[in-house]
């Protein structure tokens, strides 16, 4: 168990997580692009701030997160 407590395997984890949502995100705005512009063009702009490969800070990439989750719960873009 002492694995776990290893940052590499940490950071490998959290690439996972990240990139595993950012695909999520990528089939929500597909799925969304014929029915809402506006919410398929957030789905994206959310994707291309986790993506793992957009060089962006991983503490500035949570508080964009964060904030583009509130900002999509404001939208109204996460309720059915």
Do not use: C, H, Q, W
């Not at 776990?4 to 690439?15: G, H, N, Q, W």
């Not at 949502?21 to 512009?37: E, G, P, R, V």
């Not at 959310?46 to 060089?55: D, E, H, K, Q, V």
Request: hydrophobic fraction near 60%; proline fraction near 2%; charge should be positive.
């Amino acid at each position: 168990m002492r694995y776990l407590l290893e940052p590499k395997f940490l950071d490998r984890i959290e690439a996972a997580i990240e990139f595993l949502i950012m695909i999520a995100l990528i089939i929500a705005a597909i799925i969304k692009f014929n029915t809402d512009l506006v919410e398929a063009a957030f789905y994206v702009a959310m994707a291309a701030i986790i993506a793992p490969f957009s060089g962006v800070n991983k503490a500035i990439r949570r508080y964009l997160m964060l904030g583009g989750f509130f900002l999509g719960l404001f939208a109204g873009y996460f309720s059915s």
